[in-house]
């Protein structure tokens, strides 16, 4: 028998001189001993069969020289993954025996599993552990609500920003008695000239019988309410004014003898105004703005270059004789005029530009619009000629936005815009599945490149239904008034409860399964892993409620 290799490794006092016939008094060779050591190591070829049939097998120096790839979850082989999830405390879930994840979905929380635990106990972390759980066929959309109201993204040129809690107090309750009011459902914002910011807030849901209702608040640059009173309580604008879902807020700069003034609109359709330095006790009405018989849906409120309010109303919708619209108001003397829009399919979001021009968040089409449709995007409007104004779309169809409730402007032009992520935006059927589910995001739009796209410049999942946003500086101030109220489902008390989150899951129409007991069973295993993330990793001083109704 041919003699191991690795003699040569070896002082040659164990083998020079050494001829095939000589050895000790075993019969065991020195060479033939480490052949049998060399063919285990590195599967030489030593002609006695294995059970296999074959003379050689995988050398064990390179499955070590392969190691680095076995302990990697992306790239070992598939039956290793359960042996290296338990190296980090995770356990595959099963059904039966059979494996409730795909391949890919095992490999991805295997590798990111390690990381989320560094931020247990956290909002970050929760949202990183349900991100990593609820990946699949249903491409489920989890937010976490946690009562903040006002949020802050200060968008960075490398990286997605993250978004951070600006004013997060709202009322506190001694039972069915409120000890002070604060803000429940941020809906619109609105800059002042000093810096600091008007808010309205929606208020409570009807289902909800408290002694709170909807207001404006003005807050401070660093998030602080207005006080007054003995003790000092957050002093809400105009609080003696009855208030009826504020929708939107604008202010109007001083001008000639004109100061500075707040406009109002609620969903009603009145107009409001209050002039600085806005501690009146009431408000003024301006004007109704509904006309005759005609559905009035305004949607957002801005100001002209000329000091004009610019409305944004839906109307009865594109193609039907009330068509969305700009309704255009100016204050002194008080005159009303309308205009409609040929392209806006469904108004979210307005914002006046420089040169004049009107931005406008467009949802577009909600329903089975057809294949690789359903994107919304930005309308913009061009006031040069009065007498017929033109309207484009500014980003191709195929883009990242769905439903831009929101627009600002950054100082070198460019777009920043809100988008909720959902269609169909309003509540059509079952409010939990829809056509989209994508996390709620800021996305960044730069009009001159060619062509314009939109790119998401803030983290996701960290808002639950944003409707309005503003800039201040380098940062973006982002109201969010939680998810809509539903039938059987009153999704408000993380605002009114210290220390209690909701869960709010969405699902996409076409990651569910035609068959009802089918889709019913996936949505059931969904939120079944939803909760008992939740249980795992939520902090223990906290309560918390499913919003979504399966």
Known sequence: MDQSSYLRHLPPVLWQDVTPDQGPATGVRLGEWLRIVEKVLTGIDDGVDLPHGDHTHPAVTDAIADIHRLLDPWKTREEML????????????????????????????????????????????????????????????????????????????????????????????????????????PWCIARAGTGE??????????????????????????????????????RPVTPDTPLNAVIAVAVRPAAGTQPETLYVLDRRGTLLSVPAPFDAATTTTVTSLPLGA????????????????????????????????????????????????????????????PDGSLVIGDGREQENPGPGQLSGNLVVVDRANRAAWTESLLLPPANPLVAPTGIARARDGSLYVLDVGLKPFRLFGDPFVRAVCEPAAVYRVDPLAAP??????????????????????????????????????????????????????????GGLPDDQFARERMENQVIATVRSVVEDNRPAHTEWGRITAV
């Open 294 to 353: 005609n559905q009035f849906s305004p949607i957002a409120m801005a100001v002209d270059l000329n000091g004009d309010l610019l409305v944004l109303d839906r109307g009865d919708g594109p193609g039907t004789a009330n068509p969305p619209k700009i309704v255009t108001v100016a204050p002194n003397p008080l005159t009303v005029t309308r205009r409609n829009l040929s392209t806006v399919v469904e108004p979210l979001s307005l914002l006046v530009r």
């Open 452 to 509: 314009p796209d939109a790119v998401r410049v803030s983290e996701s999942g960290h808002m639950v239904f944003p409707t309005g946003m503003v800039a201040d500086g380098d940062r973006l101030v982002i109201c969010d008034p939680g998810q809509p109220e539903s039938a059987g489902v009153t999704p408000i008390w993380p605002r009114l409860r210290p220390f209690r989150f909701d869960v709010v899951v969405h699902f996409l129409d």
């Open 82 to 185: 359960e042996w290296l999830a338990s190296w980090v405390a995770l356990e595959l879930p099963t059904l039966r025996g059979e494996p409730l994840w795909d391949e890919y979905q095992r490999r991805r929380v295997t590798a990111g599993i390690a990381a989320t635990y560094r931020r247990r106990g956290l909002k970050a972390g929760l949202l990183a552990h349900l991100g990593l759980h609820t990946l699949g066929p249903a491409r489920p959309r989890v937010a976490v609500d946690d009562g903040s109201r006002v949020l802050v993204c200060t968008p960075r040129p490398d990286t997605v920003a993250p978004i951070s809690v600006m004013v997060g107090q709202g009322p506190v309750l001694r039972g069915q008695s409120v000890v002070t009011e604060g803000l429940i459902r």
């Open 197 to 234: 910011f008007f808010i309205g807030d929606a208020g409570l849901p009807s289902a909800v019988v408290l002694p709170l209702r909807s207001r404006v608040w003005q807050v401070t640059p660093s998030g602080a309410y207005h006080f007054a009173g003995a003790p000092p309580k957050p």
